[in-house]
């Protein structure tokens, strides 16, 4: 249940009529009197509970018990903040975040879980109150060094996997110059029937072999990523050297590093990088899934 406790909030967030909020805009702050039958759920704002709260989720701010809260409280990019003679009965779980209570012992009840993860607060924080920074991110110094740091891993990939599968990656790479649209379609179907078979076994599978579904559709989709981009990198790199330099100076290693630059600016561009990643898995998830031998892929 605490690693559910993000997603069960926010489903069953609602703010019925005997609920008694404040909402102060100076200080971004929102008040709760008393939502003892309400899950109160706030986006970039403090939470402050005086007297009585069934469940409490901020994104992008702290929560301040002041009262008491039946269930669980949960901050992402914010701290928990227990004064004393508060009470909480459920788990208390932040990422981006800090639990602090005043007092020598919380008012929690036994049994219940305190899960913390304290780094990157101003990072979560600065997100979830402009989420627009995620389609749109700044051009800054560190940006670009990121960036910089992700076209060397990459390229470091590429060089590494060509090593030792070269046959592999060239019949993937041509695979998708000969039939892209095929690959495409491929990938797009396969990846929705992996997410929907793993919907469908939360469903009905017992939970430990529901955890080996989920891992191995992870690690299945991470291969198919890693190896679709080294292919995709190659692919695109060679054409493009095809078309800008003469036959005397390309090479295998040039392709890589224009086909990792290429694929590093496209995933940078503010907007346009979530349809891009989003081709980027079909057409990974693709060339995996047509991996054969075989006369249909050798049309010329």
Known sequence: MS????????????????????????????????????????????????KHAKGVLAFGGDVIV?????????????????????????????????YRYEGANPLRNEGKETIMYAGYE???RNLTQNPSQLFAPGFSLSFLAQRLL????????????????????????????????KVFAFGSVGFILTIVGVMISLSFLPNYIYAIVVLTAFVVLL??????RVALQVSVGKQIQKRLLPDNK????????????????LLSIPYLWILVLAALIAASLGLV????????????
């Open 223 to 228: 291969v198919s990523f890693v190896f679709g």
């Open 250 to 265: 390309q090479s295998e290693t040039l392709a890589l590093l224009i086909g990792a630059f290429v694929w590093t600016l």
């Open 150 to 181: 992700l076209l060397l891993v990459w390229f470091v990939i590429s060089l590494a996997l060509t090593t030792i599968a070269p046959g592999a990656v060239s019949r993937a790479a041509a695979r998708f110059q000969l039939s892209a649209l």
């Open 66 to 98: 002041e009262g008491r809260i039946d269930g669980d409280v949960a901050t992402i990019g914010g701290s928990i903040i227990q004064k004393e003679n508060a009470f909480i009965g459920g788990d208390v779980i932040t990422f981006g975040g800090t």
């Open 3 to 50: 690693l559910a406790i993000v997603f069960i909030l926010f489903v069953v967030f609602s703010l019925h009529a005997q609920t008694s909020v404040t909402l102060q805009p100076a200080e971004n702050t929102l008040i709760i009197e008393d939502a003892k039958e309400s899950d109160v759920f706030a986006f970039g704002k403090n939470v402050v509970v005086k």
């Open 122 to 124: 101003e990072e979560l």
């Open 289 to 300: 899934l047509t991996a054969r031998d075989g006369s249909g892929w050798q049309k010329t």
